[in-house]
């Protein structure tokens, strides 16, 4: 695929989250998350499935996805600019470390429209809050531009 | 009194005794010592709508695929990753030793990942060796892969005449030798293959002298200078011409070598739009009323780089708007050529001609023999200053060796076959030929649903397939029915994007081209990939009404 590779856009990685389309992908695959928990009846009631859907779309940020973004530093592919985005996790690379683009408003918007829901499906019990606040917290405090670039303890520095 | 002009003053108004002729018939004249034949016809060839329509989109459901697509393989990736890791798998890329496994690593995995579980599974669609000219049939290597693409090994069979869709041979000289190239084997008996120096040592040639007035002679310019290799044409010289406190405005989809070029400058690069001109006056209005970045000085000069043809869009660039938005703020014009001299105008002359304008209106003109000329090596052409200047300051002169000189005689025989020298008009015919066969490639491509891209008269057709499996699987069916394609995906094209770029050639017959559009009829339908809408394949049958419509009808009662 290295075909006359380089022209302009010196890391492709900065532009995946503005491609056409790619929302309404991210949109469709946590409804099929949530199609999937509503489907295994071993969990009767809904506010469970909910719960579950925010704290798995959150932990599954946290894991795949905070991986995805939020962990894994470099790009997948070699750049033509031979490393300068080394040290940067896809986050933080997302449209050359412009802070409050829209593809980043949409991605910090989705898991409090998450929390938002699943707060009024649980009835706002008080374990179940917390644990969707947890999570909800564990995943927008890293996209803030405070944050950017910070790493508590010297976790994931290099 | 004063009488400049050498008209009479009568009541206020000069009458010239000369009668100025519009339509003067190729009045040659002398400018600086350069005998220069006057323009023609000045007139554009005809009403050039811009090609600036927004390409068809395909439908989202197409896009969602394509993201699944990608990110399936990616999650794959990181399972055989961690399968690799774990030694459950064998691992096949590069590794470290087992004593070294402390040290800071010097292959990084991740780097690699798209490579090594994306790229890897494909990878049998690229680096075909082939075994004979690439004309409009070549000769392939076959090679099969006993570990999934990791290596490759040679059967010794070779396939023949598979038809070449992917070679930039548009104007069909690319072909085996025969008696016409018989100059060329003497310019090789004569002058031997090398020029082991650069231009300003011992590597002149009365060769490269010959071939640089014929150029210019061709292009319609002052005077050219030729070089030995065509990216090193745009690395070397854009560093010669800008430098720091200069302004480069280039297309977003401008060619490595042009990058590089401008990288290695040290001006101010600021990338626009491609083919936007709204977006170019929009960023040339304000570098000039902002400055320099943090002195706020002017600009020493702007320039704007752009291509005749991209390579990977199959685009024209809109020439007259780009001309006048140059003229209007005072920028200069680098154009490279590389995709359309030869096989844009209707004498080849480039995408200058084929908008009818002034050979004064581009300020550099560069372009490559390696298309349709069919040898290597690049030019840079325009005023006698201008070329002057980079004989002298032009870093590849100084470091490079010059061009071979029996390459230097093929693209010689090549400009004379175009020209129409001795009389034939077999340039002529070539010419024409290739414009057929876009205008018939294009259209049938249109008519059976297939969403491409470029403007109407490009020889490059990209068309859309957006998913990465498509893409190759794309290529192996063509292979297989014996008809060779370029494919390219991410991330030499935006991530949605895959496409197959298909390069049509004047040496290309009818015969050719409906096997190919058969075959590709064919796999479009197997594959899904016909994304047009019914509207736009077909826009007459949607803009009036059929009167065989019975709805219109009314009954009595």
Not at chain 1, 52 to 71: E, G, P, W
């Amino acid at each position: 695929m290295n075909v006359e590779v380089a022209h302009s856009e010196l890391n492709p990685n900065t532009r995946v989250m503005n491609s056409r389309g790619i929302w309404l992908a991210y949109a469709i695959l946590v409804g099929l998350l949530h199609m999937v928990l509503l489907s295994i009846p071993f969990f009767f009631s809904i506010p469970v499935v909910w719960t579950l859907t925010n704290v798995i779309h959150n932990l599954y940020k946290a894991q795949a996805m905070y991986i995805f973004l939020h962990t894994v530093k470099r790009t997948p592919f070699e750049t033509s600019v031979q490393g300068k985005a080394w040290l940067f996790i896809h986050w933080e690379q997302m449209d050359y470390g412009l802070q409050f683009t829209s593809s980043r408003k949409f991605l910090s918007i989705s898991p409090i429209v998450l929390y938002l829901l699943a707060s009024f499906y649980t009835k706002y019990d008080a374990a179940r809050f917390l644990i969707n606040t947890a999570s909800l917290l564990s995943i927008l405090l890293p996209k803030l531009p405070q944050f950017h670039g910070v790493h508590l303890f010297g976790i994931n520095k290099y | 009194m004063a009488n400049p002009g050498g008209g009479a003053v009568l009541n206020g108004t000069v009458h010239s005794n000369k009668k100025q002729s519009n339509n003067s018939q190729s009045k040659n004249y002398v400018k600086n010592g350069i005998l220069k034949e006057a323009q023609q016809n000045g007139k554009p060839h005809f009403d050039y709508k811009p090609d600036v329509r927004s390409y068809d989109e395909a439908p989202r459901h197409v896009l969602f695929l394509t993201y699944m697509g990608y990110g399936i393989g990616t999650l794959f990736g990181y399972l055989r990753d961690f399968m690799r890791k774990w030694g459950i798998e064998k691992c096949n890329a590069a590794v470290e030793r087992e004593e070294q496994k402390d040290f800071v690593p010097l292959y990084q995995d991740f780097e690699n990942f798209f490579t090594r579980n994306l790229y890897m599974r494909i990878r049998d669609s690229w680096n075909q060796p082939i075994c004979s000219t690439p004309g409009p049939y070549f000769d392939l290597m076959e090679r099969v892969t006993d570990d999934y693409n990791w290596t490759f090994r040679h059967t010794g069979r070779v396939i023949k005449d598979v038809i070449n869709m992917g070679s930039y041979n548009f104007l069909g000289l690319g072909v085996k030798y025969n008696e016409s190239m018989k100059p060329v084997t003497e310019v090789l008996e004569k002058y031997g293959v090398g020029v082991p120096s650069s231009r300003h040592e011992m590597g002149t040639l009365d060769k490269h002298k010959e071939l640089e007035e014929l150029m210019a002679k061709f292009l319609n310019v002052e005077a050219a200078m030729i070089f030995g290799m065509g990216f090193a044409t745009n690395s070397t010289n854009i560093p010669a011409l800008v430098g720091k406190g200069c302004l480069i405005l280039s297309d977003e989809f401008n060619h490595t070598s042009i990058i590089l070029g401008a990288r290695l400058s040290g001006a101010v690069i600021r990338p626009f739009k491609h083919n936007n001109m709204e977006n170019l006056e929009a960023l040339l209005r304000e570098a000039i009323i902002k400055g320099q970045p943090r002195t706020g000085r002017a600009w020493r000069k702007i320039l704007i780089l752009v291509e005749g043809i991209y390579s990977m869009e199959g685009s024209i660039v809109n020439l007259p708007k780009l001309v006048a938005l140059k003229k209007k703020y005072k920028a200069y014009l680098y154009m490279d050529e590389a995709h359309s001299i030869g096989s844009l105008g209707p004498n080849g002359q480039g995408v200058r001609e084929h908008f009818g304008l002034d050979p004064d209106d581009v300020d550099v003109y560069m372009g490559t023999f390696t298309k349709s000329f069919a040898a290597c090596g690049g030019y840079i052409a325009g005023k006698k200053e201008l070329v002057d200047y980079i004989r002298v300051h032009s870093h590849s002169a100084v470091y490079s060796a010059s061009m071979s000189p029996p390459v230097a005689q093929q693209i010689i025989r090549s400009i004379k076959i175009l020209m129409g020298e001795d009389g034939n008009n077999e340039g002529a015919q070539k010419i024409q030929q290739l414009a057929e066969n876009i205008k018939y490639f294009r259209q049938k491509l249109i008519e059976m649903g297939f969403i491409i891209y470029g403007a109407d008269n490009s020889p490059i057709i990209p068309v859309l397939l957006y998913m990465p499996a498509k893409v190759s699987a794309f290529s192996r069916h063509l292979l297989k029915k014996k008809i060779g394609v370029v494919v390219v995906g991410f991330p030499a094209t935006p991530l949605a994007e895959g496409r197959a770029r298909f390069c049509v050639s004047s040496s290309h017959t009818k015969e050719i081209l409906d096997t190919v559009l058969e075959a590709v009829d064919k796999l479009g339908d197997l594959l899904n990939v016909k994304y047009l809408s019914k509207k736009s394949r077909c826009p007459i049958c949607f803009s009036e009404k059929s009167f065989d419509d019975e709805t219109s009808f009314e009954y009595e009662d």
